[in-house]
């Protein structure tokens, strides 16, 4: 195999039933949120909760090394309108093109969402679905441009009727400013606000206000280690979509599958970050071991090369066992961002996989087309949250409202039962709250249901 300088190597390892709680951990140790990041992050969060404004521009120029005044936290229409000179026009037909498949795909979850109603014995439950007021997109900067994150955080909302729409990314610190391509795209969806901060005092500010920025019900979208702290943190005081950090992708194939695609995906997934986790699982120890020859000869040619090289190093694999079933069960229980099956027969394997974010059937849904044009959508759960979490849509922005109406005739009949359970649980105030209903002369039409509409 070549030497570090010019590849990359990755073990290939055995995966057994005596080996799989191991293997397992292996891989899961390598992710998660450092010590000293949550202790940084709380400290990011308490200075912008009590300093607003000037602790928000203070660690924009630490960290994102852009010096703002007071007036330029907040983009403003001349920013975005300038951005559009500097985006080409398959940009953004590009763009347009995404916005309409997603919202294409959106649409249908909300079908039947809208409201239930139940009438039966007297009481009325009706639920509806409403938009949550205001939501916080987080759009990751750095050394790539995330139009595309744009647009899965912000189409949902505005689908859902999402009032307000806050955006919040780095800006440059060689230009002071968003990338063109983000703004065009938040400019594209409908945003409502924009402002120049990024990291864990983005997600401060989105959480608890300051002079400029009013505070959000919801943050959502994806980002590195403090982002994903900050957001876990400020969760007890706000909404969040889910813990989406680094990205992750592992493709499960046999001795069917290329392995110089199998290399071009893990490399692409790779190129988000250093921080990425990428790896194959395989029934075929030959297929591991070309992949591991093609990842080599890829990264040799390849842009963005030590980014994706690091990446591989620090958390790349390349597993195989005997039979599919131990991969299928190992797959669940790492409960990955992205899985890609790529196997002789891959929907039914696909139909296996009960614990993943997006998962990508057949040798043409690679997940770099995920990203963008399918149509679903890529803030997905990391770091094993897909086994209890699902990916941002339309539902992650309403909420459901219940309104519940009793009659008089009903409330007597449930007099029992409830003074049993309140006695029961301690709370005598519960029951005597229900007897002075029923001592209470009825009022007219009170055994009817107050609204009458459908």
């Known amino acids: 195999m ?55 521009r203070d660690f924009v120029e630490r960290f994102d090394g852009v010096a703002l005044s007071p007036d330029r936290l907040r983009v403003d229409a001349e920013a975005v309108r300038a951005a559009y000179d500097k985006v080409p ?13 997603l ?26 679905y409403r938009p949550i007021r205001s939501v916080g997109c987080y759009i990751p900067g750095g050394r790539a441009a995330y ?25 440059s610190p060689e230009t002071g400013e968003i990338h063109p391509l983000v703004l065009v795209a938040a400019d594209v969806c409908g945003v409502s606000e924009i402002y120049r901060m990024g990291g864990a005092t983005a997600i401060a500010a989105l959480a608890y206000g300051t002079e400029t920025i009013p505070p959000v019900d919801k943050i959502v979208g994806p980002g590195g280690p403090y982002v994903v702290a900050a957001k876990l943190l400020v ?59 093609a990842l080599d000869a890829w990264i040799d040619t390849a842009e963005r090369r030590e980014i994706v090289r690091q990446s591989l190093a620090r958390h790349g694999f390349l597993l ?9 069960r190992f797959v669940n229980a790492l409960a990955p961002e992205h899985v890609q099956v790529m196997t002789r027969h891959p929907r039914r394997v696909a139909r296996r996989i009960v614990s993943a974010g ?19 959508n890529h803030v997905l759960p990391t770091g094993g949250t897909a086994a209890a979490s699902s990916g941002l849509a339309v539902l992650d922005f309403l909420k459901r409202v219940t309104y519940v109406e009793c009659t008089r ?34 009022h007219v039409g009170s055994d009817a249901p107050a609204h009458q509409e459908g």
């Open 103 to 128: 919202e294409r795909a959106e649409r249908r979850w909300l079908d039947g969402q809208r409201s239930l109603r139940l009438l039966a014995d007297g009481v009325r439950i009706r639920s509806q």
């Open 358 to 376: 997006l998962v990508l059937i057949g040798p043409h849904t690679p997940t770099s087309a995920s990203d963008y044009v399918l149509g679903t």
């Open 2 to 56: 070549k030497p570090m300088s010019e590849g990359v190597s990755i073990p290939i390892r055995a995966l057994t039933p005596h080996t799989f709680e191991k293997r397992l951990q292996e891989i899961r140790s390598r992710s998660g949120i450092p010590e000293d990041v949550w202790m940084s992050v709380h400290r990011i969060l308490r200075e912008v909760r009590a300093r607003g404004d000037e602790a928000v």
């Open 89 to 101: 026009r398959e940009a953004i037909a590009a763009l347009r093109l995404v916005r309409r498949r």
């Open 147 to 171: 139009p595309s994150t744009v647009l899965m955080s912000v189409v949902p909302a505005r689908l859902a009727g999402v009032e307000r729409i806050v955006l919040c990314s780095p800006p």
């Open 235 to 293: 969760s007890e005081r706000v909404g969040i979509d889910l813990p989406a950090g680094p990205s992750e992708l592992v493709v499960l194939a046999d001795e069917t599958a290329s392995p110089r695609i199998i290399a071009a995906d893990l490399a692409a997934q790779a190129e988000h970050g250093e921080e990425s986790l990428c790896g194959l699982l395989t029934t075929s120890r030959r297929l591991a071991e070309e992949t591991a020859r």
């Open 320 to 328: 195989y066992a005997e039979d599919m079933d131990i991969l299928v």
């Open 409 to 442: 005739r009903t409330l007597l009949r449930f007099r029992e039962p409830i003074h049993v359970l309140a006695t029961a649980e301690g709370l005598p105030n519960h029951y005597r709250a229900v007897e002075e209903r029923v001592r209470t002369a009825p």
